[in-house]
């Protein structure tokens, strides 16, 4: 499973993204999605996450009422809808796919390789 991010960009403080995860191969279809993000010099943070049917999400609490996870009828791509966005939310935003939907980067067995948003203030 390849997995490949886009829909980055430099956006203002109070602007919205939308963040695209495609996955190729038909098993990504019943795979779980997470989202997480890196900033240099500090450990992934966990932002979302979505089961393979796409009922089942959790958010991280920085992000919950401004960010939405979702995935298409076809189940690819995933998608992280971003509003509100504030300067903290900068970062490099990797999607992953594993067996099961979870806070944690070990669950997630295929990773993207990543797409920046920044925004300014």
């Known amino acids: 499973v390849q997995l490949v991010e886009s829909g980055g960009g430099v956006v203002q403080t109070g602007d919205s993204l939308r963040l695209s995860c495609a996955g190729s191969?038909?098993?990504?279809?019943?795979?779980?999605v997470g989202w997480v993000r890196q900033t240099p010099g500090k450990e992934r943070e966990f932002v979302a996450t979505i089961d393979w049917n796409g009922i089942t999400t959790y958010y991280a609490d920085s992000v919950k009422g401004r960010f939405t996870i979702s995935r298409a009828n076809a189940k690819n791509p995933v998608y992280l809808q971003m509003s509100s966005l504030k300067p903290e939310d900068t970062a490099v935003y990797y999607c992953g796919a594993g067996r099961v939907g979870s806070p944690k980067s070990s669950q997630y067995n295929y990773w993207g390789q990543g797409t920046q948003v920044t925004v300014s203030s």
């Open positions: 191969g038909s098993t990504f279809d019943g795979l779980a």
